[in-house]
């Protein structure tokens, strides 16, 4: 079974904070994407890398930034968080092949004070 | 414009019966794919069926079924038989192109089944 591990479930942080969230798959898969999901908006894609060293911008990625230095990690990182960042992030992963779903981790709930 | 619309904020059924859960799509690319993802209140987002653009028949996986009807850009996800264990919040989600396997989701559905 594919496993996409996410570092924390729940994590508070302050206003201004510089915020890491880690990923990581053990599938060996090429594709990673980073999410958020707030209610009534589905989820939101924020980032996504298609090999390492490699990233591309999603739809929403103000504020936000990646690095991927591995295969299997892909971190999102909050560069000075806010109020309105919020939310539930989930990363997920995926191989090469664009008919295969993606593989979610089980989130980290974020919460900026 | 929205490229995946799910209409339905909220549905109820009786446990056992059937239920079909709506998403329509809007994409000008002629090969994609859709996912539905169920997200139960524990938060994992679960796969639990897929249906391409060029394939011919419609998806099943056990109780789920995609009743694709690709004129009407439509790909209502239903269960049958449902259980107690198919309340949750389920999302329709679309791949356009190869585009890296990106997905646009919809704003999901929460199912809730009586017994």
């Known amino acids: 079974d594919v496993k996409v591990t996410q570092s924390s479930r729940y994590l508070v942080k302050r206003t201004g904070e510089k915020v890491f969230l880690e990923c990581v798959q053990d599938?060996?898969?090429?594709?990673m994407f980073w999410y958020r999901q707030d209610p009534g908006l589905g989820l939101r894609l924020i980032y996504f890398?298609?090999?390492?060293?490699?990233?591309e911008k999603g739809d929403i990625p103000e504020g936000y930034s990646v690095s991927r230095e591995k295969k299997e990690r892909f971190s999102l990182i909050l560069e000075s968080a806010s109020t309105n960042q919020t939310s539930m992030y989930l990363c997920a992963s995926r191989p090469r092949l664009a008919t295969q779903p993606q593989h979610f981790g089980d989130g980290t709930r974020l919460s900026i004070l | 414009a929205q490229k995946i619309t799910q209409t339905q904020p909220g549905m109820f059924v009786q446990e056992k019966e059937a239920v079909t859960l709506d998403c329509t799509y809007d994409t000008s690319d002629p090969s994609y794919g859709l996912f539905w993802y169920k997200q139960p209140s524990s938060g994992e987002m679960i796969f639990l069926i897929y249906?391409?653009?060029?394939?011919?028949q419609n998806a099943t996986e056990g109780r789920y079924s995609l009743n694709f009807q690709k004129a009407r850009k439509s790909a209502n996800l239903v269960i049958s038989a449902s259980q107690l264990g198919d309340s949750a919040m389920y999302f329709c989600a679309m791949r356009e192109g190869t585009s890296y396997g990106k997905l646009t989701f919809g704003q999901g559905t929460i199912l809730t089944v009586h017994p």
């Open positions: 890398s298609y090999d390492v060293k490699m990233k």
């Open positions: 599938m060996d898969h090429e594709n």
């Open positions: 249906q391409g653009s060029y394939d011919q």
